[in-house]
T-cell receptor
Framework: DQQVKQNSPSLSVQEGRISILNCDYT??????FLWYKKYPAEGPTFLIS?????DKNEDGRFTVFLNKSAKHLSLHIVPSQPGDSAVYFC????????????FGTGTRLTIIP | ETGVTQSPTHLIKTRGQQVTLRCSSQ?????VSWYQQALGQGPQFIFQ???????GRGNFPPRFSGLQFPNYSSELNVNALELDDSALYLC???????????FGPGTRLTVL
């Protein structure tokens, strides 16, 4: 039962353009969502998060949008840079005192110079 | 500020053996979570420790066990290793009251 889904295994974007990574979830009890970035041979690095009481959160080049009715979130990266090439994971958690994160399977983003 | 560290970096074991993986949490973090990441998959939650007690467990058999020490460092023990246990094992730490977890570089376990 995959509660967090990233349906695009890979995405290629030209440098300077917008990268949009998508994530869908099925568990309506999720109330906090996070995006992590992972380089080979390193652990995931936290990028940006959003609470279920918001529909948008921005941090520099990164913006996360949340559509609760569609159970969908997306990560926008503008402008895309070569250093953004990595695997991006969407993660979600409920608020029951257990900070377990449920991850998607990841999207490999490649920025083309 | 020292981040999350894990040891060893790589490990090769044979079926039936036992393994212990270690994690030092980031300074000030009292909660440690362990995840298993198989090839091509996202990290899967194994269990979490808070104040030396297990605080939640994912869908993993009892041969996966853990400990947390008074300094908040942690161990993951796996008994009776199976081929499917081959994966990257990630440790993440956080303050109890925070939503964000900070990950270590992982231990790559290969079971032959």
């Amino acid at each position: 039962d995959q509660q967090v889904k990233q349906n695009s295994p890979s995405l290629s974007v030209q440098e300077g353009r917008i990268s949009i990574l998508n994530c869908d979830y099925t568990n309506s009890m999720f109330d906090y969502f996070l995006w992590y970035k992972k380089y080979p041979a390193e652990g995931p690095t936290f990028l940006i998060s959003i609470s279920s009481i918001k529909d948008k959160n921005e941090d520099g080049r990164f913006t996360v949008f949340l559509n609760k009715s569609a159970k969908h979130l997306s990560l926008h990266i503008v402008p895309s840079q070569p250093g953004d090439s990595a695997v991006y994971f969407c993660a979600a958690r409920t608020n029951f005192g257990n900070e377990k994160l449920t991850f998607g399977t990841g999207t490999r983003l490649t920025i083309i110079p | 500020e020292t981040g999350v560290t894990q040891s060893p970096t790589h490990l090769i074991k044979t079926r039936g053996q036992q393994v212990t993986l270690r994690c030092s949490s980031q300074s000030g973090h009292n909660t440690v979570s362990w995840y298993q990441q198989a090839l091509g998959q996202g990290p899967q939650f194994i269990f979490q420790y808070y104040r030396e007690e297990e605080n939640g467990r994912g869908n993993f058999p009892p041969r996966f066990s853990g400990l947390q020490f008074p300094n908040y460092s942690s161990e993951l023990n796996v008994n009776a290793l199976e081929l499917d246990d081959s994966a990257l094992y990630l440790c993440a730490s956080s303050p109890w009251e925070d939503n964000e977890q900070f990950f270590g570089p992982g231990t790559r376990l290969t079971v032959l």
